[in-house]
Nanobody, 122 residues
Framework: QVQLVESGGGSVQAGGSLRLSCAAS?????MGWFRQAPGKEREGVAG???????RYADSVKGRFTISQDNAENTLYLQMNNLKPEDTAMYYC???????????????????WGQGTQVTVSS
């Protein structure tokens, strides 16, 4: 069983930055970040995979960076140049498989955190 706890969300103005953290128990999994805006489906933002290079959604490439600290069992999402359309609930997730192709697919993830809200104002 994996437990995931996100933190770091908040309210910022457009152009600002936030860093999300996800503390994980059980670090034998591949991790990813997802988000869900009101009235929209949950979408993959960034995902680690067995290939080594993280996969990013096109909408966040060049602005978001996913990383992990294995010693601290913590996953991060550094978000720069935030836009109002980044407003959403952000979720940390874990999966046992490491496919690059499904790194942004929620069906491939078995464990989910409770989410942390990010609000970007214009």
């Amino acid at each position: 069983q994996v437990q995931l706890v996100e933190s770091g969300g908040g309210s910022v103005q457009a152009g600002g930055s936030l860093r999300l953290s996800c503390a994980a128990s059980g670090w034998r999994y591949f991790m990813g970040w997802f988000r869900q805006a009101p009235g929209k489906e949950r979408e993959g933002v960034a995902g680690m995979n067995a290939g080594g290079s993280p996969r990013y959604a096109d909408s966040v490439k060049g602005r978001f960076t996913i990383s992990q600290d294995n010693a601290e069992n913590t996953l991060y999402l550094q978000m720069n140049n935030l836009k109002p359309e980044d407003t959403a609930m952000y979720y940390c997730a874990a999966r046992s498989g490491g496919s690059w192709f499904s790194a942004l697919q929620q069906y491939d993830y078995n464990y989910w955190g409770q989410g942390t809200q990010v609000t970007v104002s214009s």
